[in-house]
């Protein structure tokens, strides 16, 4: 049992790290292990869920330490990521799935081409996007797919020509009121009783990752930021693609 606990400890904090330097892939990184590990997929989502509240509520806190978070982007997008999160999760029994994926895997793939342009220094979107659409959107998809808030808000903020770290940070500080509200909604329906050296590893394996996210933000050239995003939006997209097309 000792190693099921360092397994999923050591899976929450690479997830954690990854998310919060670079905006995203903790829900990806977690669930993609524990399905691995043989966990039916609605345990999965339910244990990577719950471990985001404390998670994100400390990568966020990092961030603030770190200065990474502008409050013109972190208060738009939080409120409308909460209202957005929150009507995800009521429809979620309701809505068609595959369609939301076919969706969510497109988008990837533009937002994937047009950051690794912009690290290129060949082209970027001029403009910022609409902060309320966009944080409604995001926490709406994250709640009906398990996932989605960093790759839908992070990549479109980058794509738009946003600063990496203000845009990384406000993100990630913005998505523990969104993850909070998603999983409260939930946890109304699901029973984590079951559910306690899985989500104890993901936030104890967080927790040790948080703090380094948010230095490693702070010190990362901006190109260098921008590349690795887009290799893991693209990793993203070629998942949820091959999701697709199995299903």
């Known amino acids: 049992m000792g190693s099921d606990l360092l397994y999923f400890?050591?899976?929450?904090?690479?997830?954690?790290?990854?998310d919060g330097a670079l905006g995203m892939a903790f829900g990806l990184i977690c669930s993609?292990?524990?399905?691995?590990?043989?966990?039916?997929?609605?345990?999965?989502?339910?244990?990577?869920?719950?471990?985001?509240?404390?998670?994100?509520?400390?990568?966020?806190?990092s961030h603030l330490y770190h200065r990474n978070v502008e409050k013109r982007l972190f208060l738009p997008l939080a409120v409308a990521g909460v209202l957005g999160g929150v009507t995800g999760a009521f429809l979620l029994v309701g809505l068609p799935e595959h369609a939301i994926r076919g969706f969510v895997a497109a988008y990837l793939v533009c937002m994937a081409l047009l950051i690794l342009g912009r690290a290129l220094g060949h082209f970027q979107l001029t403009g910022q996007p609409p902060l309320?659409?966009?944080g409604a959107s995001g926490g709406f998809l994250d709640a009906v797919g398990g996932g989605g808030w960093g790759p839908?808000?992070?990549s479109t903020l980058l794509a738009s020509g946003s600063d990496p770290r203000r845009a990384i940070g406000s993100v990630n500080c913005a998505e523990f009121f969104v993850t909070v509200a998603i999983s409260a909604t939930l946890l109304l329906h699901l029973d984590i009783s079951q559910l306690g050296r899985v989500v104890l590893g993901l936030i104890l394996g967080g927790a040790l990752a948080a703090p380094l996210a948010g230095y490693l933000l702070r010190i990362?050239?901006?190109?260098?930021?921008?590349?690795?995003?887009?290799?893991?939006?693209?990793?993203?997209?070629g998942l949820a693609i091959w999701r697709l097309l199995r299903a």
Not at 32 to 49: I, R
């Open 220 to 237: 990362m050239p901006q190109r260098a930021v921008l590349g690795l995003v887009a290799l893991v939006v693209s990793f993203q997209a």
């Open 32 to 61: 993609s292990s524990l399905l691995a590990f043989g966990l039916p997929p609605a345990v999965a989502s339910a244990a990577v869920h719950t471990a985001e509240m404390v998670t994100t509520g400390l990568s966020g806190l």
């Open 132 to 134: 309320v659409p966009l």
């Open 152 to 154: 839908i808000v992070t």
């Open 9 to 18: 400890a050591a899976v929450g904090f690479l997830a954690q790290l990854v």
